[in-house]
């Protein structure tokens, strides 16, 4: 126990520290305007994030107290990953016809009526209401996104503040992960596990009726049939291999991370730490889950506020090399050292770190390369691989051993896309030219022609 305080106290010092010094050195916009269209975005954000953190901590206990056995409990979280796969990839999608203003307020209704069906202790309704969450999340991790990048370059704001706005956001999230598990906390202690749903429906209103009031509409491409938005974002992750790299890099390291959320308990749990083992019954006391889980988020805001430093002085493609092959050490504490609780705590705490780098890095990174006209339908593309991989580790119940070995597996190949992903950036002309022409035109004759303004050079080439 004192070594989880201890942590946490540690980090929370290193957290203030840090972000005194980021608020100094990060670049401040010109713009008169840009604070409050900051402010006005991180504030529906924020409420949307809570809304769903509210939930979390009390889903599974809510169904247990229902008297719902674990197998239809492990069914239920399947049916939320795999509705985020299949139907949320389609609603989400809408985005880019309809508005990104219209979708963010989709979710919130459809989360909203999710909550509602906790109130009823049956497990198709429970099945229903998940279905809608798995929706709803899609949505909160494309259309918010999405409409934040378009509104940002129509306003003509200096592209540098976007990925401040980025880090902002995430740093916030962390924030209020953390007062959404107290609320939810003493909402459940005063009124019971339903009470936090209700808490974040009340969040959900209140986001709606800002985000009605606050924000303007935009779309991707509003004019195009609905197939065109999935074709063109078809399109634009085969022939564009930087926009491919990115989706490899995204799905692989965000599945190893719904994992790690999924099994750092066991993990911690399983690892045996002799100085504190119980004598009398042999086995490691519990874990103290609030102090672990608000040590990892202020380590996520630290790794948010130095995105913040780093990028003042090189590219999230540069730094996200060395994030995402840290990651992957990481992971190897459980699966080489399994009963060192300490060295295995220190670690995960280093990959939060890294998850608070990798959250505003991508999102800079998206906002580079994915196509405005179909953003969002290229967004949830990325979001498929990731969650058929969290709802087959769920299926298969793998041995905690190889759940983190096949962690291992993905960072690494994260890794590697991102070390290629790096190097066409450095090379821009041939990762935007089909793979045959990148083979067969010589590179001084493209260079000549993009170099060469001339007309009639032009048209040689």
């Known amino acids: ?25 990060q670049q401040q916009s010109k ?10 975005y991180l504030l529906v954000y924020l409420l949307a994030a809570a809304a769903d953190w509210l939930q979390g901590p009390h889903v599974y206990a809510l169904y247990e107290s229902y008297g719902i056995q674990k197998h239809e409990i492990e069914v239920l979280f399947i049916a939320g990953f795999g509705s985020s796969m299949i139907f949320g990839t389609i609603v989400a999608s809408l985005a880019d016809k309809y508005g990104r203003r219209n979708t963010c307020l ?28 798995g929706m709803a999340t899609s949505i909160l991790f494309s259309a918010f996104e999405s409409w934040l990048i378009n509104e940002h370059q129509r306003r003509n704001f200096e592209p540098e503040t976007l990925g401040i706005i980025f880090a902002n956001a995430y740093f916030g999230n962390s924030v209020v992960a ?45 004019s195009a049939p609905i197939s065109q938005s999935f074709i063109s974002a078809y399109k634009a992750i085969k022939s564009d291999k930087k926009v ?28 045996l730490d002799k100085s504190v083992i119980n004598k009398t019954d042999n086995k490691n006391p519990p874990i103290p889950h609030g102090y672990v889980f608000a040590s990892y988020m ?36 459980p699966v080489f050292m399994p009963t060192a609780q300490v060295v ?30 179909a953003r969002a339908t290229v967004m949830n593309y990325f979001r498929i691989p990731l969650n058929l991989i969290v709802v087959v580790i769920l299926l298969r119940d793998f041995h905690l051993k190889i759940i983190f070995m096949s962690c291992i597996f993905f960072l690494v190949l994260a890794g590697i896309s991102m070390l290629v992903l790096h190097k066409l950036t450095l090379n821009p002309i041939k990762s935007m030219l089909p793979l045959a022409n990148v083979v067969t035109v010589p590179q001084h004759t493209v260079k000549a022609g993009l170099d060469d303004n001339n007309d009639k050079n032009q048209a040689n080439i």
């Open 298 to 333: 202020v380590a996520m805001m630290i790794g948010s506020n130095l995105f913040k430093v780093m990028s003042n002085y090189t590219t999230p493609e540069s730094f996200m090399r060395p994030i995402v092959f840290i990651s992957a050490l990481c992971m190897c504490v």
């Open 31 to 40: 713009d008169p305007n840009y604070r409050n269209f900051q402010q006005t």
């Open 106 to 133: 989709m979710y919130g209704i459809l989360y909203g009526i999710s909550c509602a069906t906790k109130h009823f202790p049956n497990f198709y309704v429970l099945f229903f209401g998940r279905l809608l969450a």
């Open 178 to 222: 953390i007062l959404s598990g107290i609320v939810a906390q003493v909402a459940a202690n005063t009124f019971g596990y339903v009470a936090p749903f209700d808490s974040a429906i009340l969040s959900f209103i209140a986001m709606c009726v800002l985000l009605i009031t606050t924000w303007s509409e935009n779309y991707g491409d509003a």
């Open 344 to 373: 295995m705590f220190a670690s995960f705490l280093v990959f939060e770190f890294c998850v608070g780098v990798f959250w505003p890095a991508m999102a800079t990174m998206r906002s580079k390369y994915v196509p405005e006209e």
């Open 1 to 25: 126990m004192d070594m989880f305080v201890f942590a946490l106290g540690f980090l929370i010092v290193v957290c203030i520290i840090i972000h005194l010094y980021t608020r100094q050195v």
């Open 244 to 271: 491919f790299l990115l989706g490899i890099v995204q799905a692989l390291f965000e599945a190893s991370m719904y994992v790690f959320v999924l099994e750092w308990t066991p993990a911690l749990t399983q690892a």
